[in-house]
């Protein structure tokens, strides 16, 4: 998938279920060709710009956190 960036380009993944998302920061922290935006380890926080989803308002009202990682190309 990071090849399929234009270098600059950003990817920006959003969950609510905590093991999926440690295992996409664990993924995506190992990519070369990626920089984490928070730094490496960190999820990112949401942005204003990114909508709230049905799911995700789903999920916080089941009490769920929701972890945003948000990575550009190098």
């Given at each position: 998938l990071?090849?399929?960036?234009?270098?600059g380009?950003y990817?920006h993944?959003a969950?609510?279920?905590g093991?999926?998302?440690?295992q996409?920061l664990?993924?995506?922290d190992?990519?070369?060709?990626?920089?984490?935006?928070?730094?490496?380890g960190?999820y990112a926080g949401r942005?204003?710009?990114r909508?709230?989803?049905?799911?995700?308002?789903?999920?916080?009202?089941?009490?769920?956190?929701?972890w945003?990682?948000l990575f550009?190309?190098?």
């Open positions: 990071a090849h399929h960036l234009k270098p380009g990817l993944l969950t609510d279920w093991p999926y998302a440690k996409m664990k993924v995506l190992a990519e070369p060709a990626l920089e984490n935006a928070a730094g490496a960190n942005p204003a710009y909508p709230l989803t049905k799911f995700e308002t789903r999920g916080q009202g089941l009490g769920h956190d929701v945003d990682l550009r190309r190098r």
